[in-house]
């Protein structure tokens, strides 16, 4: 549709604000209680200093982001342009708590040390963004798109989808509850008393739950009065304030940040990308650079002011774009998170709203990506995708039995690795499958792409790339330098001949052709 009019806020923004919030948000409690609970640091330094710059951080990126599709929506004329969704990178938020600034944290006896660990962490990666973000429109030019929107549902489903699913599944009378009410709206078109978005329905459906079985001594979702008056005591306005020295004091610990740095600054890269992809796919072509680029400059600025987190474009655009999110619901968010977290009022959502009561909404956006893989590809490349997949799940599993070998006091290393393979577990397979997860699914899904469509040359090409970031440490591997995972970079270049070869000598069959 066009229009002559740019609407800033529509009614469908409403439903987008409550969802996409409510995804900031229970990112925001996440991290809180990393910081307090994991690293313990001190409330004065968690709620004075790296919230208000967290929330200084998402305030610049979600009006960037509005102002992107206002600018997009008075170019086209269209009335249905959705703002990008972004945020704090989840799966990024965990490694710089568990790889960088607990380790530092731990060995140091200063959590004060690990969060400026953290902070020369987020630097490094800022520029490895702005860099990056000159190169990525062409990748994103001559990578299939199955590739891209692969790796894509791989995260979603690995990172996105299970965690929420599972925590639905331990607390079902609220999280089941609550996701049947999205469920309904969301995908069946159910509309609600007066049009009240399905978000904020489900989260007080939840919430009425979770207090009453508090009431009748059954404790669905750990609801306390307890907790309600000792978050009360951190409110009070906090502004953030420049961090430039504690920047610079984690350059101490240089060596352990470059390992995970700069192949992670490559992952947000490659990740941005992907989801510019998924957005176009929904109609809103944004360019690539300036994206790229803004996460960069706002996680700089984040980071100059004392947060520890990279900003990242979200998965999600389709799901919110689809419940009728436009430009005013990012802007919307960006206020209220800066509301939030300078005034701390985090603590206090935290103690009211059980995080059981959020979960669905998560994972209602996660089967949206994971579904919009196979739906907007052509047909022939769904093995393609199913490939692509494959990196993460493999990384979570590893993930998974890293943080049980880890509660127990053990590892994967002390504990053996032939001792796990006789009981079924290949850990190796899923440290080298795992490793570099979201580069390796989109070159696997591009080959497999390619060699589908029978263009085996573009894919030999792709294996080439393959075995030239394997070799560095940026896929299939826990380190950067050279010579690394040797086996599996002389793979791909195999990969790679058997390729060529065939492209030259080989009869092939022709591509039965669909249609996207």
């Not at 305030?59 to 945020?87: H, M, N, Q």
């Not at 009211?352 to 209602?364: D, E, F, H, K, N």
């Not at 029978?454 to 440490?473: D, N």
């Not at 195999?494 to 070869?501: C, E, P, Q, S």
Request: charged share 10%; net charge neutral; hydrophobic share 55%.
């Amino acid at each position: 549709m066009t229009t002559s009019k740019v609407n800033i806020w529509t009614p469908g923004d409403w439903n987008a604000y409550f969802g996409f919030g409510t995804n900031i948000l229970v990112n925001l409690l996440v991290l809180t209680g990393l910081l307090r609970f994991v690293l313990k640091m001190p409330d004065d330094l968690v709620f004075g200093r790296i919230l208000p710059a967290t929330g200084l951080m998402l305030f610049l990126s979600t009006i960037y982001y509005a102002w992107l599709a206002y600018k997009l929506a008075k170019e086209t004329g269209r009335d249905d342009v959705c703002a990008l969704p972004s945020g704090i990178s989840v799966p990024h938020m965990f490694v710089v708590v568990f790889v960088i600034m607990l380790p530092i944290s731990l060995n140091t006896g200063d959590p004060v040390k690990g969060w400026e660990a953290g902070l020369a962490w987020v630097f490094i990666q800022s520029f490895v963004l702005m860099v990056g973000g000159f190169i990525a429109p062409i990748i994103r030019k001559i990578t299939p798109r199955a590739a891209l929107l692969g790796t894509l549902a791989g995260v979603s489903i690995a990172f996105i989808s299970l965690r929420p699913a599972l925590e639905m599944f331990m607390t079902p009378v609220v999280g089941v509850v609550c996701f049947a009410i999205i469920l309904a709206s969301w995908f069946g078109g159910v509309r609600y008393f007066k049009g009240i978005p399905a978000g904020l329905v489900a989260i007080a459906v939840g919430t009425l739950i979770a207090w009453c079985s508090t009431l009748m001594g059954l404790n669905y979702g750990g609801m306390s009065l307890e907790n309600v008056s000792a978050s009360l005591t951190n409110f009070g306005f906090s502004f953030p304030i420049p961090a430039i020295g504690h920047v610079f004091s984690g350059f101490e610990f240089l060596g352990v940040i470059l390992v995970t740095a700069i192949p992670f600054g490559i992952y947000d890269l490659v990740e941005a990308m992907d989801n510019v992809e998924s957005a176009a796919v929904g109609g809103d072509s944004y360019p690539t650079t300036r994206v790229l680029s803004a996460d960069g400059v706002v996680s700089l600025i984040g980071c100059m002011m004392g947060n520890p987190f990279i900003n990242a474009v979200y998965i999600g655009h389709p799901g919110w774009k689809s419940m009728g999110g436009r430009i005013g619901y990012s802007a919307a968010t960006g206020v209220t998170v800066l509301v939030l977290s300078w005034l701390g009022i985090i603590a206090l959502i935290a103690s009211l709203i059980p995080v059981v009561a959020i979960s669905p909404i998560l994972l209602y956006i996660g089967m949206l990506i994971g579904a919009q893989a196979f739906q907007e590809t052509p047909r022939s490349h769904a093995p393609a995708i199913i490939l692509a997949l494959m990196p993460n799940l493999a990384a979570w599993g590893k993930l998974q039995i890293d943080n049980a070998l880890g509660a127990a006091g053990t590892s994967a290393a002390t504990l053996g690795l032939d001792k796990l393979g006789k009981v079924g577990v290949l850990y190796h397979g899923l440290e080298v499958l795992g490793g570099g997860a979201i580069l390796g699914g989109l070159m696997l899904g591009a080959i497999a792409a390619f060699v589908i469509e029978r263009e085996l040359v573009k894919a030999a090409m792709f294996a080439l790339a393959a075995a030239a970031c394997t070799f560095v440490g940026l896929m299939h591997g826990e380190a950067i330098g050279f010579g690394q995972s040797l086996p599996v970079a002389f793979s791909y270049l195999a990969v790679a001949g058997i390729l060529l070869v065939s492209a030259k000598y080989a009869e092939i069959i022709p591509a039965a052709k669909d249609s996207y």
